[in-house]
């Protein structure tokens, strides 16, 4: 069975930025990464979205909420 790929939008709370990880099928990592940075006191945050394109996912994003948006992978690094 195939799984249906998503993407990630992790926020930084602190900094008031976003980022757009994937597409990928699975986000533990991306988990992992996020309590990690959650534990030495970060306000970072993970959801899923959904859309054709990560310019899509993040378009979505900033219709519903507010940030700027930062490169893949600065708010937390696997």
Partial sequence: M???SFYLIVT?????TFSVEGPMTD???????V???QK?????RC???NGPSVEDAARD???RYSGTRVP???IVCL
């Fill in 72 to 74: 893949s992978g600065e």
């Fill in 61 to 63: 994003w900033l219709q």
């Fill in 12 to 16: 930084d709370q602190d900094k008031g």
């Fill in 27 to 33: 986000d533990r990592q991306w988990n992992r990464a």
């Fill in 2 to 4: 195939s799984q249906q």
């Fill in 47 to 49: 959801s899923t979205a």
């Fill in 40 to 44: 030495s006191g970060r306000r970072v």
């Fill in 35 to 37: 309590v990690t940075a």
